[in-house]
């Protein structure tokens, strides 16, 4: 019998495992366990891809902080490519334990932070690194834009503010949401990956 850390990550009853990978860095290839569960929706592999060439080495160095984790894809792909660590927010239990089962199935589970929280709610900033830049992940689901649009401007312009020069946002929204709202409207590089788009900018 396996021992309960050996264990393959829990998948809800009910649902079957689909494809999910590490799509560049020292990782590169291999899985990730993801349920199928739409509250989990992970970036396309694709997208995620075309994303991570655009922040290029930049990525190296720093601290992610993937904001509504899911299955931990972005974060565990930041770690693959040289962020040292990556917290990862969650407010769906057995979410948070998928997160820390792939995390562990490849090695770094000692750079992920797991939290279980509702990211609108989370007030522990003062926990990130103050002496590197932060990579900060938003890619909750897409309604969030239209249904809590002021919690997530102030969620992303809480963390804006706050975080060392150098850092990079990432954000995922679809073509409803207006990337003119955000901090620094002037500095986000939108692109079109439909359904989604998704904005880079740096600090």
């Known amino acids: 019998m396996k021992r309960k850390k050996d264990r393959q990550p829990d998948v809800p009853a009910g ?12 990782l590169r290839g291999r899985p990730l366990a993801y349920s199928g569960d739409e509250r989990t929706r992970p970036m396309k592999d694709r997208v995620r891809e075309a994303v991570f060439n ?4 930049r990525v190296v160095g720093t601290h992610a902080v993937d ?7 972005l974060g565990l792909e930041a770690i693959s490519r040289g962020a040292v660590k990556a917290t990862f927010l969650e407010r769906h239990l057995p979410t948070c334990r998928l997160i820390e089962g792939n995390a562990a199935q490849l090695g770094v589970g000692e750079q992920a932070d797991v939290q279980f929280a509702d990211t609108f709610k989370w007030n522990k900033l003062g926990q990130l690194p103050a002496d590197r830049p932060w990579l900060v992940f938003c890619s909750p689901p897409y309604e969030f834009y239209e249904s809590r649009r002021d919690d997530m401007l102030r969620l992303i312009e809480r963390l804006h503010a706050a975080a060392p020069a150098g850092s990079l946002f990432v954000v995922e929204a679809d073509e409803r949401f207006d990337f003119g709202l955000l901090p620094a409207a002037q500095a986000w590089d939108v692109r079109k990956y439909l359904p989604a ?7």
């Open 15 to 26: 649902r079957e495992t689909v494809g999910l990978r590490i799509v560049g860095g020292k």
């Open 197 to 203: 788009v998704v904005g880079v900018m740096a600090k």
């Open 54 to 57: 655009l922040l290029g080495p």
């Open 67 to 73: 904001l509504f984790a899911g299955t931990g894809a």
